[in-house]
């Protein structure tokens, strides 16, 4: 306990320097007849404080399954959201869709919201657990090396994080509050396929006419992605009996046999044509060499990039298993959907093309990926009931998630990152969206 309030003193003395340049203005800019004028210099004032803010990130270790680290970085950040003067909450898990990998009890979710003089709702959404065990920490901590800042979970999302805090205090500088609402949520289980927070994103979505997702903005080039591929798994255990092997093969049940034939009868499910992909990627089978196994198991990836694709390979998978090799043996199969696809629509791609025009006003290019590659993202669930466009990727640039020592992000695409996502909010709080 005392080490944990000594290190989450630490990482907020880091970020609490930073608060004389987050104060609030009193008064509107000159400027701000000019706004992308103001909004630069902000973003360029505020370069250092969204470093500062990815240290002390960094520095606390929160892993999907670490609950003492979740909740030290979710008060680290909601008392951050309070500073800057929002409406905040620390919501405990509930209704939790339980998956093989789901803890116990999930992290946290950090929700605030920033009420404003228009009728505009705008959404920023990033997460703050990563994929590390407890103790890693030391293998990757925080550093700046040339252009890059290295650091456990800096790209995979602590800066997604800071972006947003900075965002919200960037706007706060040139005293614009032309919103409605402006709501920021923090996840603390995207690792892990947001068992209980899923539902909170997709409720968040409906209410929303944009939904802005920190994740990286790309590798080495800027981009927006409008399409990510939804997540499926099949769990498949089989149970036989056991013998021995070489006195009594006969009297067994070879659960390895059986599970051989189911995965061969299933590997031609993918479907190339429509972007459904089921490869079978993880199996185990028996205890002993001369016993005949009396249990085995498998487990297959799934993506897909339409939801009714999730209930035709869940019907064809439980189809197929009736068909044994071995009539004594017993099968189960479990279907998870840990992610739906997002999918592009006609308003993500106008909002899009006008994310464009504004990077290019700082003399920047933006690609738009609107065809999903085979990730998921929390911005699926967030679009699954949505009334206004989702874009995901406006996060920094980046590289190295979830390895051990190589995890960065790119330094000179913090102003160009911040600029854009607070002229975005500016825009779609005049109504420009397209």
């Given at each position: 306990?005392?080490?944990?309030?000594?290190?989450?003193?630490?990482?907020?003395a880091i970020i609490m320097t930073a608060l004389p340049v987050l104060a609030v203005t009193t008064q509107t800019s000159p400027a701000f007849a000019a706004p992308q004028e103001a909004v630069l210099k902000q973003a360029e004032a505020q370069r250092q404080a969204?470093?500062?803010?990815?240290?002390?990130?960094?520095?606390?270790?929160?892993?999907?399954?670490?609950?003492?680290?979740?909740?030290?970085?979710?008060?680290?950040?909601?008392?951050?959201?309070?500073?800057?003067?929002?409406?905040?909450?620390?919501?405990?898990?509930?209704?939790?869709?339980?998956?093989?990998?789901?803890?116990?009890?999930?992290?946290?979710?950090?929700?605030?919201?920033?009420?404003?003089?228009?009728?505009?709702?705008?959404?920023?959404?990033?997460?703050?657990?990563?994929?590390?065990?407890?103790?890693?920490?030391?293998?990757?901590?925080?550093?700046?090396?040339?252009?890059?800042?290295?650091?456990?979970?800096?790209?995979?999302?602590?800066?997604?994080?800071?972006?947003?805090?900075?965002?919200?205090?960037?706007?706060?500088?040139?005293?614009?509050?032309?919103?409605?609402?402006?709501?920021?949520?923090?996840?603390?289980?995207?690792?892990?396929?947001?068992?209980?927070?899923?539902?909170?994103?997709?409720?968040?979505?409906?209410?929303?006419?944009?939904?802005?997702?920190?994740?990286?903005?790309?590798?080495?080039?800027?981009?927006?992605?409008?399409?990510?591929?939804?997540?499926?798994?099949?769990?498949?255990?089989?149970?036989?009996?056991?013998?021995?092997?070489?006195?009594?093969?006969?009297?067994?049940?070879?659960?390895?046999?059986?599970?051989?034939?189911?995965?061969?009868?299933?590997?031609?499910?993918?479907?190339?044509?429509?972007?459904?992909?089921?490869?079978?990627?993880?199996?185990?089978?028996?205890?002993?060499?001369?016993?005949?196994?009396?249990?085995?198991?498998?487990?297959?990836?799934?993506?897909?990039?339409?939801?009714?694709?999730?209930?035709?390979?869940?019907?064809?998978?439980?189809?197929?298993?009736?068909?044994?090799?071995?009539?004594?043996?017993?099968?189960?199969?479990?279907?998870?959907?840990?992610?739906?696809?997002?999918?592009?629509?006609?308003?993500?791609?106008?909002?899009?093309?006008?994310?464009?025009?504004?990077?290019?006003?700082?003399?920047?290019?933006?690609?738009?990926?609107?065809?999903?590659?085979?990730?998921?993202?929390?911005?699926?669930?967030?679009?699954?009931?949505?009334?206004?466009?989702?874009?995901?990727?406006?996060?920094?640039?980046?590289?190295?998630?979830?390895?051990?020592?190589?995890?960065?992000?790119?330094?000179?695409?913090?102003?160009?990152?911040?600029?854009?996502?607070?002229?975005?909010?500016?825009?779609?709080?005049?109504?420009?969206?397209?």
């Amino acid at each position: 306990m005392l080490r944990c309030s000594r290190s989450r003193a630490a990482a907020l003395a880091i970020i609490m320097t930073a608060l004389p340049v987050l104060a609030v203005t009193t008064q509107t800019s000159p400027a701000f007849a000019a706004p992308q004028e103001a909004v630069l210099k902000q973003a360029e004032a505020q370069r250092q404080a969204l470093i500062d803010t990815m240290k002390a990130l960094v520095s606390i270790e929160s892993g999907s399954k670490d609950p003492d680290g979740l909740a030290e970085i979710a008060t680290l950040i909601a008392d951050r959201l309070k500073a800057l003067g929002g409406e905040v909450q620390q919501i405990e898990p509930k209704d939790v869709y339980r998956m093989q990998d789901t803890p116990e009890k999930p992290g946290k979710v950090v929700l605030a919201h920033f009420t404003g003089t228009g009728t505009r709702k705008i959404a920023l959404i990033a997460h703050m657990d990563t994929v590390y065990l407890k103790g890693m920490l030391a293998q990757q901590p925080f550093r700046i090396e040339g252009d890059k800042a290295y650091g456990l979970g800096i790209a995979d999302d602590k800066h997604g994080v800071a972006l947003a805090l900075t965002t919200v205090a960037l706007l706060k500088e040139l005293n614009f509050k032309d919103y409605g609402t402006l709501t920021v949520m923090i996840n603390g289980d995207e690792e892990i396929s947001s068992p209980a927070s899923r539902a909170l994103l997709t409720e968040l979505g409906t209410e929303q006419d944009a939904v802005f997702s920190l994740e990286g903005g790309g590798i080495g080039t800027d981009q927006i992605i409008l399409a990510t591929a939804g997540i499926g798994a099949v769990a498949l255990k089989v149970e036989g009996k056991a013998s021995h092997a070489g006195a009594a093969p006969e009297r067994g049940v070879n659960a390895l046999y059986e599970l051989a034939h189911q995965i061969l009868q299933m590997r031609d499910l993918s479907d190339p044509k429509l972007g459904l992909k089921l490869n079978w990627t993880v199996a185990k089978a028996g205890t002993n060499r001369n016993v005949v196994p009396a249990e085995a198991t498998a487990q297959a990836d799934v993506r897909m990039l339409r939801m009714a694709d999730f209930d035709r390979i869940e019907k064809t998978v439980k189809e197929r298993i009736a068909n044994k090799l071995l009539p004594d043996s017993k099968i189960e199969a479990l279907f998870e959907r840990r992610r739906p696809p997002l999918q592009p629509t006609d308003a993500g791609r106008a909002l899009a093309a006008r994310a464009g025009a504004i990077y290019g006003e700082i003399g920047q290019k933006l690609s738009v990926i609107d065809k999903a590659g085979g990730g998921g993202t929390d911005a699926a669930f967030a679009g699954l009931k949505a009334k206004g466009p989702v874009l995901e990727g406006l996060g920094l640039r980046g590289f190295g998630a979830h390895s051990n020592d190589a995890e960065y992000v790119e330094l000179d695409s913090v102003v160009p990152r911040l600029y854009l996502l607070a002229r975005l909010i500016m825009d779609v709080s005049a109504g420009k969206t397209k």
